[in-house]
């Protein structure tokens, strides 16, 4: 069983930067692959980055939207997982929420449905 709690939204300028966190429970948290979803007002959720299982060698994966702006990271140690948002946009305003998959093809692909677990999100609002 694998716990997820996000922190670090909040209200931020365009053209800013905020890391979000997410840490996670649970001793095999090294074999999951990792993500961040975004949901807007209205909006469905939307797949953001993803970082595979630790260890692993694979390179994370981006939408083309937040590709060049955001950073994705994963400390095995601490059980944490990072996104780091660089050059915000109001675009960006969204709840931000993480997940943890055996496979990080359900995570990219994504399959909202088949997704292990998930957190219960932390609101970005970026004001232009």
């Known amino acids: 069983q694998v716990q997820l709690v996000e922190s670090g939204g909040g209200l931020v300028q365009a053209g800013r930067s905020l890391r979000l966190s997410c840490a996670a429970s649970?001793?095999?948290?090294?074999?999951?692959?990792v993500g961040w979803f975004r949901q807007a007002p209205g909006k469905g959720r939307e797949f953001v980055a993803a970082?595979?299982?630790?260890?692993?060698?694979?390179?994370?994966h981006y939408s083309d939207s937040v590709k060049g702006r955001f950073t994705i990271s994963r400390d095995s140690a601490k059980n944490m997982v990072y996104l780091q948002m660089n050059d915000l946009k109001p675009e960006d305003t969204a709840v931000y929420y993480c997940?943890?998959?055996?496979?990080?093809?359900?995570?990219?692909?994504?399959?909202?449905?088949?997704?292990?677990?998930w957190g219960k999100g932390t609101l970005v609002t970026v004001s232009s």
């Open positions: 649970g001793r095999t948290f090294s074999s999951y692959a």
């Open positions: 997940a943890a998959d055996e496979s990080i093809v359900a995570i990219t692909t994504p399959i909202l449905d088949a997704i292990d677990y």
């Open positions: 970082a595979p299982k630790s260890y692993s060698g694979l390179q994370p």
